[in-house]
């Protein structure tokens, strides 16, 4: 779990740093006014999963884009026959320090599962 950067994060206080994606190709689908965005990572061999990452809704700012990722994820098969959550301790991790509040919280898939509670 990176609780550090999530610590840091409570504070209030962050600093944007580049990075490069490495060894995986992606291809993302963010519609501007969901909290979630659906992604598709690709290697040398093709299609390697889906991932749905929850997030706030992309708002346009002087810089660019800004949107704020909600730390738990789906990881979901190529074929779409499987999912699993991906990250439920960072999630649980930054609910306790209030980084998310149950205002983003709500986060459910087919069936109603929380990753969290259940």
Same mark, same amino acid.
């Given at each position: 779990?990176?609780?550090?950067?999530?610590?840091?994060?409570? *504070?209030?206080?962050?600093?944007?740093?580049?990075? +490069?994606?490495?060894?995986?190709?992606?291809?993302? %689908? &963010?519609?501007?006014?969901?909290?979630?965005?659906?992604?598709?990572?690709?290697?040398?061999?093709?299609?390697?999963?889906?991932?749905?990452?929850?997030?706030?809704?992309?708002?346009?700012?002087?810089?660019g884009?800004? *949107?704020?990722?909600?730390?738990?994820?789906?990881? +979901?098969?190529?074929?779409?026959?499987?999912?699993? %959550? &991906?990250d439920?301790?960072?999630?649980?991790?930054?609910?306790?320090?209030?980084?998310?509040?149950?205002s983003h919280?709500?986060?459910?898939?087919?069936?109603?599962?929380?990753?969290?509670?259940?």
């Amino acid at each position: 779990m990176r609780t550090e950067a999530f610590d840091a994060m409570a *504070t209030g206080v962050w600093e944007l740093a580049a990075a +490069v994606w490495q060894e995986i190709e992606l291809l993302l %689908w &963010k519609p501007p006014t969901a909290w979630f965005s659906v992604n598709a990572f690709y290697t040398s061999a093709g299609l390697r999963n889906w991932y749905v990452n929850f997030e706030r809704p992309t708002c346009r700012t002087t810089e660019g884009f800004d *949107t704020f990722d909600l730390t738990v994820d789906l990881v +979901v098969d190529p074929d779409l026959t499987g999912w699993q %959550w &991906k990250d439920e301790d960072e999630y649980a991790h930054v609910r306790r320090l209030g980084i998310i509040t149950d205002s983003h919280s709500d986060i459910r898939v087919p069936g109603g599962r929380d990753p969290i509670t259940d």
